[in-house]
């Protein structure tokens, strides 16, 4: 089967299923474009939530998958590689904050939703990049254990001094890398070009940068400025639907150290094979998603 014979018996499987394909801003272009909704985690935790679909294909990492079956159980939601994981949800796990909470029971858990289900099930509340300082500041406690992102978490502990944060000590493998001294190059390679970066970079990229925000965040960004060049501080996948909204304009990645391998796993013929034979479905323990679709829900309320 060519790609175009591939296009079309994956639209037929769609029709045929009630199929939806929702595709994170990091997939590899091909998979953008076949998808019905191309966005950043809440933006398809929103739509898993509400859509009218019978099969949800994710074409991202496990736990966004695994929070489109938290929030829409009754749904047959299929992640087209199984092992195509975030190792930073991998840097928390649930005992750890079971033994966290008996030492401080006043402490509200808040958790990025990139994170496993028993994770979110320990939690008080979700967040995802674009609305974590809301969520923090909605928060009555003025003590929060933020979970797993130490680099998110710091950017907002910052915008937050009224609170005490305690930061968990994960991070992106993908942003973690990129150095200070990148930056600092690739501005004077382009003098005259914006810095877009996504809060998982560390404080010494993020305070470099013009602008800081979620994936879709930067996109609009770019999209709604008057500027004509950007460097770009997050996964190179975002650069196709940057380049597709703004033909006139330039975009440098960072650092070429910018490509999350799991975000890549997924190609075309893997959306195809997940339609036709319905895998990898994904399941989560009715009593483990109960306590998570709490968690995600307030997010979901609060935004
Ligand atoms: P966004 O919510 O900004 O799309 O980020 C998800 C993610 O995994 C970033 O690395
Ligand atoms: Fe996880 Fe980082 Fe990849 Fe996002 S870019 S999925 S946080 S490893």
Redesign the pocket.
């Known amino acids: 089967m060519n790609e175009k014979e591939m296009i079309e018996e994956i639209q037929r499987l769609k029709k045929e299923k009630n199929a939806v394909i929702l595709a994170h801003n990091?997939q590899i272009p091909e998979v953008q474009d076949i998808a019905d909704l191309v966005g950043d985690s809440l933006k398809l935790s929103q739509e898993a939530s509400k859509t009218e679909a019978d099969v949800v294909v994710f074409a991202g990492?496990h736990f966004m998958a695994e929070s489109a079956k938290i929030l829409s159980p009754d749904k047959k939601v299929l992640l087209p590689v199984y092992d195509a994981g975030?190792?930073?949800?991998d840097m928390v796990d649930a005992e750890s904050l079971r033994i966290f909470k008996k030492e401080y029971p006043d402490i509200a858990i808040v958790c990025y939703v990139?994170s496993s289900a028993e994770v979110k099930a320990e939690s008080d509340i979700c967040c995802t990049s674009s609305n974590a300082l809301k969520i923090v500041k909605s928060l009555k406690k003025d003590k929060i254990l933020f979970v797993p992102d130490q680099n998110l978490g710091s950017y907002i502990k910052e915008q937050v001094p009224e609170k005490e944060i305690i930061l968990w000590e994960g991070y992106?493998?993908?942003?973690h890398r990129v150095k200070s001294i990148e930056v600092s190059a690739a501005r004077k390679g382009h003098p005259d070009a914006l810095v877009l970066a996504h809060p998982?970079c560390t404080k010494a990229v993020v305070e470099k940068a013009d602008f800081v925000g979620s994936t879709a965040q930067i996109i609009e960004y770019a999209k709604q400025s008057a500027h004509k060049k950007f460097i770009i501080g997050t996964?190179m996948g975002v650069l196709h639907q940057l380049r597709k909204d703004n033909p006139d304009k330039k975009f440098y990645l960072i650092s070429p150290a910018l490509t999350?391998y799991?975000?890549k796993k997924t190609s075309l013929e893997d959306i195809y094979n997940a339609l036709k034979s319905e895998q990898y479905e994904i399941k989560v323990e009715e009593e483990i998603r109960e306590r998570a679709f709490f968690s995600l829900d307030q997010m979901l309320k609060t935004n």
């Open positions: 990091y990492v975030c190792p930073m949800a990139n992106c493998i993908t942003h998982e996964e999350c799991n975000m």
